[in-house]
C-alpha cells in the first residue's frame, strides 16, 4: 500500500503563508541534497553532483543508466541538466531493466522520474529561500528552460495556495 507523508517545516515565507507541508520527495530531496552539502542552486551542476555522489557521465546517442555511469544526449546546459537528472532518478529511486517490464509500470517510472527531475532541479527548500519566486529568476537561479520554469513555478504556487 503507498501512502503519502508530508512533513511540516517552518520556514523564512511562514509568517506570511503559514506551514509548508512537505512532501516524502521533497524530504528525500532535501536530505539528499544536504547530505552532500548542495544548498543553493549553483551548487546544482551535472559536474558536482556526479563527484559527491560519486558517478560517471558519458556522453552518446541516447541517454541512459547503466550502474554508476549515467549515459547523456549532447544538447543545451539545460537540456542535459534535465536530462541527468532524469537518469538520477532512475539510478536513485528504480531498480531492475525497464526493458523487460511491463508498459504500465515503465510509464509509471518515467511518470516518477519526470515529477523527480522538476522537483530536484528546483527544490523546494531553495525556491523557499528566494527573495521573489518569479519564472525569470526560477530559470536565472537554477540553469532551466522557460517551460521548465513556468511548470515548476505553477506546481510551486500551487503548493503554497492549496
Known amino acids: 500500500m503507498y501512502t503519502l507523508s508530508y512533513t511540516i517545516r517552518q520556514n523564512i515565507h511562514s509568517v506570511k503563508r503559514g506551514f509548508c507541508l512537505y512532501t516524502h520527495l521533497e524530504d528525500y530531496i532535501y536530505n539528499l541534497l544536504t547530505s552532500i552539502n548542495i544548498t543553493e542552486p549553483k551548487d ?24 554508476d555511469e549515467i549515459i547523456l544526449q549532447r544538447g543545451t546546459r539545460q537540456q542535459e541538466w534535465k536530462l ?12 531492475g531493466s525497464q526493458l523487460d517490464m511491463h508498459p504500465l509500470f515503465h510509464d509509471l517510472q518515467e511518470w516518477q522520474a519526470e515529477h523527480f527531475t522538476y522537483h530536484f532541479c528546483v527544490p523546494t527548500f531553495m525556491l523557499e529561500e528566494l527573495k521573489e519566486v518569479t519564472v525569470r529568476e526560477i530559470m536565472n537561479q537554477f540553469n532551466v528552460d522557460y517551460d521548465f520554469a513556468l511548470r515548476r513555478f505553477e506546481m510551486f504556487k500551487n503548493k503554497i495556495y492549496f
Open 44 to 67: 546544482l551542476t551535472i559536474e558536482n553532483v556526479t563527484k559527491k555522489l560519486k558517478l560517471t557521465v558519458v556522453y552518446r546517442k541516447k541517454a541512459f543508466r547503466v550502474y
Open 84 to 95: 541527468f537528472v532524469h537518469e538520477l532518478s532512475h539510478h536513485l529511486r528504480h531498480y
